[in-house]
């Protein structure tokens, strides 16, 4: 790239950074945050993790979701997470507003306690990392947006540091070359670990993510496998990535007309849904082994999904990719309907049950953590360096932006952006954006003149 190309990409670079750096911040931050919730949750929580009822009967798991229904007015029981020991088991409780929080039982079922599962560590970090807990459509393109920027940022950082030679050895360097080198050393240093960082976190963003996961469904070969099945309503958030969104088969239409689905098993003695316990007992013969979620039909023709994940977002429940299952149980009679496995997974899904544990900071467990600890404080020191670098050459009284572009578009220039636009998605449509502005901010110079 000639010269001009070269003020350009600084210039962008500049611009990018200077408006993006806030939300980087952020969402570092939260995920630094979320690398450890696992951590801090055993810690914070470990009287409803860990402790005991003051009552010490033994109850029956059902008996201790009837207590936890009746002692909950308004609520609903529509997941139970049951994880190896010392763990307690954990309820999910929805009620009519969509609020929900978590009732956990000890090992005699007895009830140990509850929290709101909007306010929990895990939960905060990851609303602050993927929607800057406010969400909405218009926040999560904002912060998969951020993602695509920074990703820019690093390749013309890249570009920048080896064009402009940042790293050759000078005499005598000035505080700004000090400034200068130091910013494009670590930056160059972090650039592949992050590019990694951010294309694992996009399955879970709001544009490309569903890209991705539509691919994924329509080419079973290379995604998730077909299964002719109804959609459930109820939370799927601890349901593995590559089959959230799959539809559910139905239980057996001889048993349809049986009970109404508004009596959740432990709610009601004349519902002719299958117990929980009694469930248990079948997920048992099927040799599932704990950490597992079952998550309640929604409907009479519903099924019970039971699902082992890598990625759950739940301390102790996380397991290997390649224990990766989900499973769906007639509510009825218990038979095992259909199960999907990682080993049905195509290419694109078996990837993506690697790369969201990997992103989160738990697929090969305390190394992983560090790793991307380093790779996001590194970039953290890199956005502040970079800030450092513009005020140590900024003149007082002055914006001192990089230098204007002297010459046209080069070739170079275009495929360079066209590949990024086609690579990132919304990255292509806020570059067209950008471009827009830049023409009427031309066209105006030029008029005045």
């Not at 088991?89 to 507003?97: A, C, G, I, P, V």
């Amino acid at each position: 790239m000639k010269k001009g190309n070269y003020n350009r990409l600084w210039q962008w670079h500049f611009y990018a950074a200077l408006f993006i750096a806030p939300l980087l911040i952020t969402l570092t931050l939260s995920g630094i945050g979320y690398l450890f919730y696992t951590d801090v949750e055993n810690k914070a929580y470990d009287d409803l993790f860990f402790g005991e009822s003051e009552k010490t009967e033994q109850l029956t798991i059902d008996e201790g979701i009837k207590k936890a229904v009746e002692q909950y007015k308004g609520y609903s029981v529509s997941k139970v997470i049951l994880l190896d020991d010392p763990y307690n088991t954990r309820l999910t409780m929805t009620n009519e507003d969509g609020d929900q929080k978590y009732v956990f039982l000890d090992d005699n079922y007895e009830m140990v306690g509850s929290q709101s599962a909007k306010h929990t560590f895990s939960n905060v970090m990851r609303e602050t990392h993927s929607s800057l807990f406010v969400g909405g459509t218009v926040v999560n393109y904002l912060v998969e947006l951020a993602a695509c920027w920074a990703i820019f940022l690093l390749f013309t950082g890249l570009y920048m540091t080896f064009k402009g030679r940042a790293l050759k050895k000078i005499q005598n360097p000035t505080k700004r070359q000090k400034n200068k080198k130091l910013h494009a050393l670590v930056g160059t240093i972090i650039t592949i670990p992050m590019i990694i960082v951010i294309f694992t976190g996009l399955p879970w963003s709001a544009f490309m993510g569903n890209f991705i996961y539509s691919a994924a469904q329509e080419h079973p070969s290379i995604g998730i496998p077909t299964l002719k099945q109804q959609p459930p309503t109820s939370d799927m958030s601890e349901i593995p990535w590559a089959t959230r969104k799959n539809e559910a088969p139905t239980s057996s239409e001889s048993h349809a007309h049986h009970g109404d689905m508004s009596a959740m098993p432990g709610m009601s003695n004349d519902s002719s849904m299958l117990s929980v316990e009694q469930l248990i007992n079948k997920v048992e013969e099927a040799h599932i082994s704990k950490p597992y979620s079952i998550i309640y039909p929604a409907t009479e023709d519903g099924v019970y999904t039971v699902s082992k994940g890598s990625n759950t977002g739940v301390t102790g429940l996380d397991v290997s990719p390649y224990d990766e299952m989900t499973t769906y149980f007639d509510q009825y009679s218990g038979n095992l309907i259909s199960k999907v496995s990682y080993q049905d997974y195509g290419i694109l899904a078996k990837w993506f049950t690697w790369g969201i544990p990997l992103h989160e900071g738990h697929l090969f467990g305390w190394p992983n953590k560090l790793i991307n600890l380093s790779v996001c404080l590194s970039f953290l020191f890199v956005i502040f360096w970079g800030i450092k670098t513009w005020l140590s050459r900024k003149k007082d009284g002055k914006f001192s932006a990089p230098p204007k572009a002297s010459s046209g578009l080069s070739v170079g220039f275009i495929i360079f952006m066209v590949v990024l636009g086609l690579a990132m998605p919304l990255f292509g449509i806020s570059l067209i954006v950008v471009v827009i502005i830049e023409g009427i901010i031309y066209l105006l110079n030029k008029e005045r003149k």
